[in-house]
Structures are given as C-alpha cells and as structure tokens.
C-alpha cells in the first residue's frame, strides 16, 4: 500500500522521503525516468526495511527549474520563496540573479534577494551597486553576514517553503549552519585564484526550520537557462517594461534596434536601465535560437 511522503534529500535517481510519522525510507522511482525534486510530495510503498519505491508525484503548487536547448533541470517543488543568494565576495553574476528572479515570478515564487558577507565593508558599496537596478524595482534585498547575522533571515522564513539559489560560494551552507547547527552543511574555502566557490552543496536538501517553516539547500550553478519561457513571457518578466509595451511602431517589435520601439525609447530616457535591458535582449536571442 503506498502512503503520501515529502522528498526531503534528491541525489541522482536516489531519493530520500519523510513519512508523516517522521520515519525516512530511500527510494528510487519505477522506469529509468525521473523527474521527481526536492519538496515534491510523492506515493511510496516500503519494499524493505528503510527502503521503499515512489510510485507517482503528486500534483504541485509551484515548480522552479532552469532550461537550456538541450534539456530542463528541475531544482525544488512547492515552494513559497526563492532566497537568492549572493555576496560581497567572490564576485556574483547580476544577469544570473535577474535570471533566477525571472524564473521565480514565473512560477509565482516570491524572490528575495540576500546579500551575504556584508561584514567585507571594502565590498559593500561595489555590490549595492550592482544590485541597484532590481531594488529600485522594489525587490527586496536583505543585508546580512552568515557568520554572525542569520538571525536577521528568519522572519522572511516564518511560516514558508525556502529554497536556497545561487552560485558556488556566495554562502548558501554557511547559512544553513547558522540557521539549523545540526544541519553540518559542509562548506569550504573559496578559491581566491578561480574567483569562485568550489561546489559544497552536491544533492538538494530540505530542513525543517518548525512544522511550518521548511528550507531546501540547492547545489550552486554556474548559468540558469530561461528557455521554456517564449517571447511575451519575457516581455511581462520585466515590471519596468509594462507601461511601453504595445506602442512600439511594429507590433511584431523584437526591442533590438527597430525604429519606433517604445522600450528603445525608454531606454534612452532613463526609464529601463541598460542592465535590464541587455538582459531582456540576451535572453530573448538565447529564445531566438530554439
């Protein structure tokens, strides 16, 4: 008989699920496909001690994944809010942080954004303002430093399903540790001469924070592809677009350099800034070539 579990650890085609009565059993699902996340809840039927088998996922609130040309990669289910983390150091991609917004809002995931390792004041204003573009859109950007100031995160996680998103070393284990000590998240030294984190974080995991605030730890990325999102999709993904749109000249208008473009000419007067601008028009050549 199978029962309703909650996929609390996603290795390969090795899951770990919860049982309502707190027990876990590793499952792996029927058939070589798999597409089951972190946060799913699924129906599992126990096969031997501490072992069972999904046999369906069941149907989910929300979804946030990344696509390339080639294939979709699936990073939590049912989830409330994407917490995307960056920091002062090593240096942090704000095209791959635009990205993942957009990813979130389509799904209707709420993002926030942590600034981490504010504590490097010499970094501080450097990464403020590259951050500047998303706050003057109203998203919100929380200032913290994992090692003494984590506290500063919990009421953003009251009541919620987090998942973690950001690249390697921006601090994503640190702060599980601080959040959940018991956790033991790994972390490990940033390369100084790569400028980048080395991957500590290997499967996704989720922790429970209280019986109603839950937290997924997900492995860094280097890239977050948005291509299962067409034209207008993306058009309606930029809030700072939504008062042009439709009084371009053409109404076949790709916002590149076509005469007459409404966002061209809000470009120009300061109302889109060109950070979001070469995103839109990255993203929309990467749609182009599918």
């Known amino acids: 008989m199978s029962t309703s579990a909650i996929v609390i650890a996603a290795h390969g085609r090795q899951y770990r699920v919860e049982l309502p009565d707190g027990s876990e059993l590793l499952c792996c699902t029927r058939g070589k496909k798999s597409d089951v996340v972190c946060g799913d809840r699924v129906r599992v039927e126990p096969t031997s001690q501490g072992r069972g088998v999904i046999n ?21 289910a049912n989830v409330d809010q994407a917490i995307l983390v960056v920091a002062t150091e090593p240096a942090f991609s704000e095209a791959l942080v635009g990205r993942c917004v957009i990813a979130a809002q389509s799904q209707g995931i709420t993002p926030l954004i942590v600034l981490n390792k504010c504590d490097l004041a010499d970094r501080l204003a450097e990464s403020r303002a590259r951050l500047a573009p998303l706050a003057a859109l ?3 950007i929380l200032e913290l430093s994992a090692l003494a100031g984590a506290d500063s995160l919990r009421p953003w996680l009251q009541g919620k399903t987090s998942v973690l998103v950001g690249q390697s070393g921006m601090g994503k284990s640190t702060l599980i540790n601080a959040l959940l000590p018991e956790a033991r998240a790994a972390t490990r030294e940033i390369s100084a001469a790569l400028d980048s984190g080395k991957h500590t974080t290997t499967f996704a995991k989720l922790y429970h924070l209280d019986g109603e605030s839950h937290i997924i730890d997900s492995p860094g990325l280097q890239e977050f ?3 299962h999102l067409d034209f207008s999709d993306l058009e309606q993904a930029f809030p700072e677009f939504a008062p042009h749109l439709g009084r371009c000249r053409f109404r076949n208008c790709q916002h590149q350099q076509e005469p007459g473009c409404a966002l061209q000419a809000a470009l120009a007067s300061g109302d889109i800034a060109p950070e979001r601008m070469r995103l839109f028009q990255e993203l929309a050549r990467e749609r182009a070539r599918t």
């Open 138 to 140: 109203d998203y919100p």
């Open 56 to 76: 369906g996922i069941e149907p989910r609130r929300t979804l946030l994944y990344r696509s390339n040309e080639a294939r979709e990669k699936l990073i939590a």
């Open 225 to 227: 592809g948005l291509r």
